[in-house]
């Protein structure tokens, strides 16, 4: 009778229970996606990041549409949203989707890679074609927090 090995590896003894934020950033930002991932990481939580996990619409040989699509599902099984750098219309739109799922959001500027600080509320950029709508999103009650 052959003797049974028992299955050893470091992941089984980690808790595997960190929250998962997704990480809403613009697609100007694509270029900082891995150093937000690695942000995320060092606050002990697991980065739910769009960019890293479907590139850019997957090279576009996806309908985009299908992607936005994913990426709501993913903010509503998120526990938290972080916002990285100024609004587009896409993040504006996973954060009134979060909103409306009572989601905490964080808001936060890049100043460098390697700088990445929480955003002073009453200075959050939005992108031009937003601006607009900053009311959405930013309440005076809001913005004394």
């Keep these: 009778m052959m003797q049974q090995k ?17 990480t809403a950033m613009s697609k100007h930002l694509f270029y900082y996606r891995m150093h937000i991932s690695k942000f995320v990481l060092e606050q002990n939580k697991v980065p739910l990041n769009p960019f890293m996990i479907f590139d850019y619409f997957l090279l576009d040989t996806i309908e985009r549409d299908s992607v936005r699509d994913a990426n709501n599902s993913i903010v509503l099984r998120s526990d938290e949203i972080w916002v990285f750098g100024p609004i587009s219309n896409g993040v504006l739109s996973e954060i009134l989707i979060a909103q409306k799922a009572g989601k905490p959001i964080r808001y936060f500027q890049i100043e460098k890679p390697h700088n990445i600080i929480q955003a002073d509320m009453a200075n959050i950029e939005m992108e031009k074609d ?9 309440s005076e009650k809001t913005l004394q927090n």
């Design 130 to 138: 937003v601006e607009e709508y900053r009311h959405l999103i930013f």
């Design 6 to 22: 028992n299955f050893s590896h470091t992941a089984l003894n980690l808790a595997g229970a960190k929250k998962l934020v997704y």
